[in-house]
């Protein structure tokens, strides 16, 4: 039997697709560049979660690569640079 704290520390691959939730419009009348960063903010914070539940949790460990694996595994398309730069820069201030 494994002590719960043990159990606790483990960590468990990502079992289960990522499900966005409902989707509503986007407020009209704003600049082209002011609806690519929300999207692209919105990907990046898609991405740190799914990360995190991977156990993923510093952002030394978050290479471009690994992050793009981890877009693949969740069904999201694959980050440009700056979202990978904005995926670890997440991780980096969410404390």
Same mark, same amino acid.
């Given at each position: 039997?494994? !002590? *719960? *704290?043990?159990?606790?520390?483990? #960590?468990?691959?990502?079992?289960? @697709?990522?499900? !966005?939730?409902?989707?509503? !419009?986007? @407020?009209?009348? $704003? @600049?082209?560049?002011?609806?690519?960063?929300?999207?692209? $903010?919105?990907? *990046?914070?898609?991405?740190?979660?799914?990360?995190?539940?991977?156990?993923?949790?510093?952002?030394?460990q978050a290479d471009n690569r690994r992050i793009r694996s981890t877009a693949d595994?969740?069904?999201?398309? @694959?980050?440009?640079?700056?979202?990978?730069?904005?995926?670890?820069?997440?991780? $980096?201030? #969410? $404390?």
């Open positions: 039997m494994v !002590p *719960a *704290a043990l159990q606790a520390q483990t #960590t468990l691959p990502i079992d289960v @697709p990522y499900v !966005p939730f409902a989707k509503r !419009p986007l @407020p009209a009348g $704003r @600049p082209r560049e002011w609806y690519i960063s929300h999207n692209r $903010r919105l990907k *990046a914070m898609r991405l740190a979660i799914a990360l995190l539940d991977s156990g993923v949790y510093r952002p030394e595994l969740v069904g999201i398309h @694959p980050p440009s640079e700056t979202t990978c730069h904005m995926v670890r820069a997440l991780m $980096r201030y #969410t $404390r």
